[in-house]
T-cell receptor, first 116, second 109 residues
C-alpha cells in the first residue's frame, strides 16, 4: 500500500514554456501533498504544502506565481512550472500523506526537468 | 533555530554493520523518520520512531532518545544495494518535517 505515482518521469523543454507535473496517490486518499525540489548532491527542499480543496502554502523564497499548485482531489495534485528557465532544471518530487498528525510521507518517483 | 545533524558520508564493508547517527534540535517533537534515497531516485520510507527505544525491522533498526535529541539507524549484514543516502527527518510541533542533509553510505566489497 501507500503508492504514489508521478508523471512524467522526465521532461525536456525549451526556455519559456510551461511544464505540468502530476502526482497521484494510487491506493489511499491524500489530504495533504508536498512538493519538493532537489538539486544534485543536495538535500530535499520543500517548496509547498497543498491540502485538498484549499490554496497551497509556499515556503519562503518560492514564487507562487511561477510554481502553480492545484490539489483538486484527494488523489491528485499538480505542479505547473510556468515560463521555465534553465535554472529551474531540477528533480521535482511529490509526497503524499493522509493528513493525520505524525503520518508518514510517501514519495512519488520524481520528475527530472531539464530546461534548455 | 531548527537543526538536524548527520554525517555527510560513511564507508562500510559488505556483510558488516554500520550505524548512522542523527542529532536534532527542533521546536517540539512529533516523531523522527528515516528515509533511504538511491542516487537519482525519490526517497523511500524506512522507519518512524516517536517513543524512546529501538525499533527493529529486518536488517534495519532505528533507535531514539528524545531526552538526548538523538537517533541512529543501524544496518546489519550490509549488501551492495544498501549504498544510498540515508535521510533523517524530524516532525516538529507544527507537524512540519525538518530534513537533515542526508548521509551518503558507500559499501565496499
Amino acid at each position: 500500500g501507500a503508492v504514489v505515482s508521478q508523471h512524467p518521469s522526465r521532461v525536456i523543454c525549451k526556455s519559456g514554456t510551461s511544464v505540468k507535473i502530476e502526482c497521484r496517490s494510487l491506493d489511499f486518499q491524500a489530504t495533504t501533498m508536498f512538493w519538493y525540489r532537489q538539486f544534485p548532491k543536495q538535500s530535499l527542499m520543500l517548496m509547498a504544502t497543498s491540502n485538498e480543496g484549499s490554496k497551497a502554502t509556499y515556503e519562503q523564497g518560492v514564487e507562487k506565481d511561477k510554481f502553480l499548485i492545484n490539489h483538486a482531489s484527494l488523489t491528485l495534485s499538480t505542479l505547473t512550472v510556468t515560463s521555465a528557465h534553465p535554472e529551474d532544471s531540477s528533480f521535482y518530487i511529490c509526497s503524499a500523506a493522509t493528513g493525520q498528525p505524525q503520518e508518514t510521507q510517501y514519495f512519488g518517483p520524481g520528475t527530472r526537468l531539464l530546461v534548455l | 533555530g531548527q537543526n538536524i545533524d548527520q554525517p555527510t558520508e560513511m564507508t562500510a564493508t559488505e556483510g558488516a554493520i554500520v550505524q548512522i547517527n542523527c542529532t536534532y534540535q527542533t521546536s517540539g517533537f512529533n516523531g523522527l523518520f528515516w528515509y533511504q534515497q538511491h542516487a537519482g531516485e525519490a526517497p523511500t520510507f524506512l522507519s518512524y520512531n516517536v517513543l524512546d527505544g529501538l525499533e527493529e525491522k529486518g536488517r534495519f533498526s532505528s533507535f531514539l532518545s528524545r531526552s538526548k535529541g538523538y537517533s541512529y539507524l543501524l544496518l546489519k549484514e550490509l549488501q551492495m544495494k544498501d549504498s544510498a543516502s540515508y535521510l533523517c527527518a524530524v516532525m516538529d510541533s507544527n507537524y512540519q518535517l525538518i530534513w537533515g542533509a542526508g548521509t551518503k553510505l558507500i559499501i565496499k566489497p
